[in-house]
């Protein structure tokens, strides 16, 4: 079975290409690298034993995309290609629904063109919104994210139901990944994001190899148990192997058509605190820290109710919190320029 990943050069992208390859699919990759390395894709190749194809291409460039499903023939997609800094996108909006929205409908037109119906997208738990208690679970109506990035990922779960609804023959899964964190056990793929981290982990790791020199903690009066923020962090390979148990998903249910969402997180809330010293604990070294004001838009508390990817996906992140730092300081050791180094 062949497998178009768009965005797969980047930080989750090159982990679930790598998983995808591990369980005998083959891989095409289509990414403008905006925000990513072609060495990434060398290094997944290296890890795998395998080829990738790879086009670099955007995904609002339909005559491109159309040349890559005539090339290859093209079973399924995964569709990770977006920006996602949710801070830039209160700044530059338009380029989050330029890339975001009309790159998916650029991208799902194609697929149609070409009677592609299996569709993976990668969505957020983000779409929660504000309005919804915790732990969110897929039952709960979408809310409205304050953010652009965060609107941007809504907008698209509307255009995958209006598309399931008029179209018999599409096949959607949402995924909706809680806090992706870690790195492949290898130590030689992981996140590389470009200038100041706007993420909890990748800023931690850089304090710790000393490219920065301290971590701000955005707020610590909040009303949770040690006052800083709770989110639900999972392994970024766990992640991968979700897309996997998705695809898998789809092709067992060879009757299935519309579109469906499933959570991936592990069910539990870890804080900022906790974070850092989980951390601290694993590379056995203090992290310096402030606490500075809280960050716009930072919802106190948000973690998964999992159960509908365990008992359907046959998924579970496995991975516990020690494994996740461990593999994130081997990654940021080991490049600490990431992929440039
Ligand atoms: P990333 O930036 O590392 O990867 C995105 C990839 O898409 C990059 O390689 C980038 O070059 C590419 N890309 C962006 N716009 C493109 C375009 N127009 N055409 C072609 N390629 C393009 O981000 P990531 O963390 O790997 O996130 C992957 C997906 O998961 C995104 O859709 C993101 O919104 C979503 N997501 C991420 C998180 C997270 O915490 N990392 C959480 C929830 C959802
Ligand atoms: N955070 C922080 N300092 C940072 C980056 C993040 O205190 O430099 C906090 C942030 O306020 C949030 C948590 O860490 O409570 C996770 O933030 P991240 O941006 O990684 O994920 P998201 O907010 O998207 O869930």
Redesign the pocket.
Known sequence: MKVLV????????SHTVLSLLENNYDVVV???????SIESIDRVEKLAGKKVEFVE????NKDKLSQVFKQFKIDAVIH?????AVGESTQIPLSYYQ??VH?TVCLLEVMQQHKVHNFIF?????VYGEENDVPYVETMKLGTPSSP?GAS?VMVERVLADLALSDPNFRGVSLR?F??IGAHESGTIG?DPKGIPN?LLPYVAQVAVGKRDKLGIFGDDYPTKDGTCERDYLHVMDLAQGHVAALDWLNRHSEFSGVEAFNLGTGNGTSVFAIVKAFELAINKEIKFEVSPRRAGDLPAFWANANKANQQLNWQASRTLEKMMEDTWRWQSNNPNGYLA
Not at 6 to 13: D, P
Not at 30 to 36: A, H, I
Not at 57 to 60: A, E, L, P, R, T
């Open positions: 768009t965005g797969g050069a980047g930080y989750i992208g289509y990414d403008n690298l905006v925000n990513s291409g955007d995904i609002c990770f290609a977006a920006l996602k890339n975001n790159g990668s969505s957020s738990a983000t990035y990922k990944y806090n992706p996140e993420n």
